[in-house]
């Protein structure tokens, strides 16, 4: 899909529809003044208010768009040309997340659940390079997920294929989306194509291809953990959370059957729709068993580790012809989230040396 086409003003946009969607964005973001030319998630957005607006532009419109349209039309001006389109474009998997000048653009992976979620993070990277997020398969709600990491890559390939010709290519990839960098890496340099920087942000493939030491100290830390929380608990609250989390389960289990979803706003929702990626992603790097790779590798880990392994030097050193490991503040979610900054920064340093 091009996102800067649906950007781009158009003489004949009806303003009746500028000022519909204007209403629905000054409703759910809660704010009185909105330009055409603003920004959803820079006004302060979220997936669960972009659930909410495409629900209202559902009953305003009488059309029912997929909440990712969000990601390729992000101003009321480029939602307004879409409307006006009688059939949807089809989505890219590159999200654009910052513009730049110079070649080669950095491309983020997602983790599971598929979102390009790095707007943050993309714009406090200080280069001058394009930075594109990665984003699932199937998290429009029209295209069914895809449950095999090489799929995936093989998918993102396809598509950087017209977005990027010409290597060398820059690959970053978060949590679950450093499999899938790893796996366009490989296959990127098995058709002679240079790769400059492949770094992987917290990532570990399923603890099942962990070595033994690692395995058991997760295994032992995660047991801990767990009957640490239920001995805090009287025993009736504590079978109470076991028998929750077996129902929570159960539910998902059916949520995934036909007639399992209520309505057709829910399917096209983030809600549902990273929901379904999420348990795709979980089937692929259960599948997955990463291979050697001959190049250099950058993994970047969080100071404070919650429930991950604890050694990735242990994991991958002897997956890769070069591994060096780089330390930021917070934990997994926060070294995206909360402490964006301090990881943009490392970034920014790694593609800076890869292209010198």
């Known amino acids: 899909m091009n996102s800067r086409a649906l950007g781009e003003a158009q003489p004949d946009r009806p303003s009746a529809t500028i000022d519909a969607l204007t209403q629905i964005w000054q409703r759910v973001l809660q704010r009185s003044a909105i330009g055409p030319e603003e920004k959803f998630y820079a006004l302060g957005g979220t997936d669960e208010l972009a659930d909410r607006t495409f629900a209202e532009i559902a009953q305003v419109f009488n059309r029912q768009l997929p909440t990712a349209t969000i990601c390729y039309a992000p101003t009321i001006a480029a939602l307004a040309n879409l409307l006006g389109q009688q059939a949807l474009p089809r989505f890219s998997p590159f999200v654009p997340l910052k513009a730049g000048s110079k070649h080669p653009p950095i491309l983020i992976g997602h983790g599971v659940g598929g979102r390009a979620s790095f707007s943050q993070l993309a714009k406090h990277i200080r280069t001058e390079n394009p930075v594109y997020g990665i984003q699932a398969k199937g998290v429009d709600g029209i295209e069914a997920p895809l449950g095999r990491i090489e799929d995936m890559a093989e998918y993102y390939l396809d598509g950087l294929r017209e977005l990027q010709p010409q290597d060398p290519y820059i690959l970053i990839g978060y949590s679950f989306g450093g499999l899938i960098a790893l796996e366009m890496a490989q296959r990127l340099v098995k058709s002679a194509k240079r790769v400059a920087l492949l770094t992987m942000v917290d990532t570990y493939p399923h603890p099942r291809y962990l070595p033994l030491g690692e395995r058991v100290w997760l295994g032992a830390k995660r047991i801990k953990a767990r009957v640490s929380d239920l001995k805090r608990e009287p025993l009736p609250v504590a079978f109470g959370h076991l028998v929750g989390a077996l129902e929570k389960r159960l539910r998902k289990v ?85 402490h964006f900054e301090e990881l943009a920064a490392v970034l920014s340093g790694y593609v800076k040396a890869a292209l010198d």
């Open 254 to 338: 059916e949520a995934g059957k036909p007639g399992g979803l209520d309505a057709e706003t829910s399917r096209l929702s983030f809600a549902e729709t990273t929901s379904r990626v999420k348990q795709c992603d979980f089937l692929a790097m259960k599948r997955y068993q990463p291979r050697f790779y001959p190049g250099k590798i950058k993994f970047v880990r969080p100071e404070t580790n919650s429930y991950l392994p604890h050694d990735p030097i242990a994991v991958w050193k002897h997956l890769a012809g070069e591994f060096e490991v780089e330390t930021v503040p917070g934990d997994h979610l926060g070294m995206i989230g909360t």
